[in-house]
């Protein structure tokens, strides 16, 4: 027997978060409860890999979270719009948050952020970034009003002593900002 959800309720809906409680029977036959939390609008989101070309640094972003109430660094992300593909709400999302314009050169498929908590997927878009087109030179970001969010350029060989100093000073590490760096062997 496989594990199977029976029943789903919410129990809050806010602006943005359903708060859910989830009846399942387990693979032994017994009923169990878990919550959970999801977008309300059901939306998808992405998170970008912002390379500068030629110089290969990367953009990083140091951005204030509510939920945690201090700065996280991470990559630029976003949430898909409409009927908007991965790559195009990467683009804008880019351009928004550090003011830079790129080309996609990949997206994986939506990955799921915390499964134990959230049903939330991202998709991971890798976008280049021409540094010598005048619209890189001077980027000027777009940011919403509640938005906090300091751009920071980082080389391969400067991102061990970077994330020593900010997580001295109180930063915080996004989980696939955290998880691309270890895979890249820069942490």
Not at 119 to 124: L, M, R
Request: a negative charge.
């Amino acid at each position: 027997m496989k594990s199977k959800v029976t029943k789903e309720e919410v129990k809050y809906s806010g602006k943005f978060l359903d708060f859910k409680e989830i009846e399942y029977t387990n693979k032994n036959g017994q009923n169990s409860k878990w919550e959970s939390v999801s977008r309300s609008s059901n939306v998808e989101a992405v998170s970008i890999i912002p390379i500068l070309m030629p110089s290969q640094r990367y953009v990083v972003i140091k951005q204030y979270r509510p939920t945690v109430d201090g700065y996280v660094l991470s990559f630029p992300a976003g949430l898909v719009d409409g009927e908007d593909s991965y790559g195009k709400s990467a683009l804008r999302e880019l351009k928004e948050e550090t003011g830079y314009s790129g080309k996609v050169i990949k997206v994986t498929p939506p990955t799921l952020s915390s499964d134990g908590m959230t049903d939330e997927a991202v998709a991971i878009a890798i976008v280049n970034i021409d540094e010598n087109k005048e619209e890189n030179k001077n980027p000027v970001q777009n940011l919403e009003e509640s938005e906090d969010i300091e751009v920071i350029l980082v080389r391969d060989k400067d991102f061990k002593l970077f994330i020593e100093e900010e997580l001295k000073s109180g930063s915080m590490l996004s989980g696939r900002f955290t998880s691309y760096l270890l895979g890249r062997g820069l942490i």
